[in-house]
């Protein structure tokens, strides 16, 4: 529960520049595969936030590959 409360604070941060964005939704990535559904539901929620925030659209692919990949090994 304390992983929600923490998560839904992020929404809420504003960030300085697009590498603090880039970091935070890396860092929130391995939340997507909680046994919690309200963990998987705040991280989407903090990575929908925070890709907003990310101006390039390299640094976009690159989290969207990153993403596939820890799919991948599950």
């Known amino acids: 529960m ?13 960030v300085q520049d697009s590498k603090d964005a880039e970091k935070i939704v890396e ?12 963990v998987v539901l705040s991280a989407a929620k903090v990575r929908m936030a925070a890709m907003g925030n990310v101006r390039v659209k390299h640094a976009c692919r690159v989290v969207v590959a990153r993403q596939r990949e820890q799919k991948g090994a599950c």
């Open 27 to 38: 860092r929130v990535l391995p939340r997507l595969q909680h046994v919690n559904s309200a």
């Open 2 to 14: 304390l992983q929600v409360f923490i998560l839904d604070a992020l929404v809420n941060y504003q």
